[in-house]
Nanobody, 129 residues
Framework: QVQLVESGGGLVQAGGSLRLSCAAS????????MGWFRQAPGKEREFIAA????????YYADSVKGRFTISRDNAKNTLYLQMNSLKPKDTAVYYC??????????????????????WGQGTQVTVSS
């Protein structure tokens, strides 16, 4: 399995931006479909974005569409999540995850938490009003 480590979280004011990174090691990064999840206090983990193994196709949950951008650099074994126009309701622990399922197109939105075999430890994002 691939090992994942997130970074880039922190405290930001509403309307601000953050970029999360997820460094992968251990296996061939380009062989994994990648995703971002988040979990707010007292809530279930939410699937917010995914990207195909080549990086040509993406999926976004409605809650982040138009504000967040997922991308990957397979040469650097790194996944990114650019978060703009942040809102207090975006406050959560953000996790990157990897699945060996090679998914693209409409299949990305059908991915479920159980499909992802590898997870990072999470990074806290706090958005103040």
């Amino acid at each position: 399995q691939v090992q994942l480590v997130e970074s880039g979280g922190g405290l930001v004011q509403a309307g601000g931006s953050l970029r999360l990174s997820c460094a992968a090691s251990g296996r061939t990064f380009s062989g994994y479909t990648m995703g971002w999840f988040r979990q707010a206090p007292g809530k279930e983990r939410e699937f917010i974005a995914a990207i195909s193994w080549i990086g040509s196709r993406t999926y976004y949950a409605d809650s982040v569409k138009g504000r967040f951008t997922i991308s990957r650099d397979n040469a650097k074994n790194t996944l990114y999540l650019q978060m703009n126009s942040l809102k207090p309701k975006d406050t959560a622990v953000y996790y990157c995850a990897a699945t060996p399922m090679l998914v693209s197109g409409s299949g990305l939105r059908q991915l479920r938490e159980a499909d992802f075999a590898s997870w990072g430890q999470g990074t806290q994002v706090t958005v103040s009003s």
